[in-house]
């Protein structure tokens, strides 16, 4: 069974077309949630670390926040610039620094 | 401030060949991590280094070795390449902020095995 899974898959918006994409986590205790943004053909960028239930941070048109058993980026008013796949990842208690990622969303938006 | 470099950023190996992915880093991070990314699988981490001197196996650690060299320089080797390691590999480090460790990744390096 995954730890970390993200959905849905792939994404399409018209530009300014706001809509979230989910993480749902399954690990016994939760150090840290992180969210990278991957361009095709380059590394993963950080964008967030969440650390506990209700918290928030934005960035831009984006804002992560965090609950108990998932994860939402929320994407207000986007861009073709923000297309790319945005992958999360948790980080357990115990688990020294290591991150389990989930399998990234798609996100395309069209002008 | 160059972050994280990885050399070379293509490869093209035939089968049984070896070869050895560099990475550095100049953010004086003490933990480096070796990741593969396959289409539909996600990141997966190969092994990584806590410190310096110390190394550990992640979730799919056979056919690699690593050598972490010094505190900058985390060096990942295929001994004979098969083409079921045909993937793109990056590279990471982290610095310990709070209680987490945030991870920042190299460009990748984008490896086919004939």
């Known amino acids: 069974e995954d730890q970390v899974t993200q959905s849905p898959e792939a994404l399409r918006l018209q530009e300014g077309e706001s809509s979230s994409l989910n993480c749902s986590y399954t690990v016994s205790g939760l150090r840290g949630l992180f969210w990278y943004r991957q361009d095709p053909g380059k590394g993963p960028e950080f964008l967030f670390t969440l650390y506990s239930a209700g918290e928030e941070k934005e960035k831009e048109r984006l804002k992560a926040t965090l609950t108990k058993k998932e994860s939402f980026l929320h994407i207000t008013a986007p861009k073709p610039e923000d297309s790319a796949t945005y992958l999360c990842a948790v980080q357990e208690e115990g688990a020294n620094s290591k991150l389990t990622f989930g399998k990234g969303i798609t996100l395309s938006v069209r002008p | 401030n160059a972050g994280v470099t990885q050399t070379p950023k293509f490869q093209v190996l035939k089968t049984g060949q070896s070869m050895t992915l560099q990475c550095a880093q100049d953010?004086?991070?003490?933990?480096m991590y070796w990741y593969r990314q396959d289409p539909g699988m996600g990141l997966r981490l190969i092994y990584y280094s806590a410190s310096e001197g110390t190394t550990d196996k992640g979730e799919v650690p056979n056919g690699y070795n690593v050598s972490r060299l010094n505190k900058r320089e985390f060096s990942l080797r295929l001994e004979s390449a098969a083409p079921s390691q045909t993937s793109v590999y990056f590279c990471?480090?982290?610095?310990?902020?709070?209680?987490?460790?945030?991870?920042?990744f190299g460009p990748g390096t984008r490896l086919t095995v004939l």
């Open positions: 953010m004086n991070h003490n933990s």
């Open positions: 990471a480090s982290s610095d310990h902020r709070g209680s987490t460790d945030t991870q920042y």
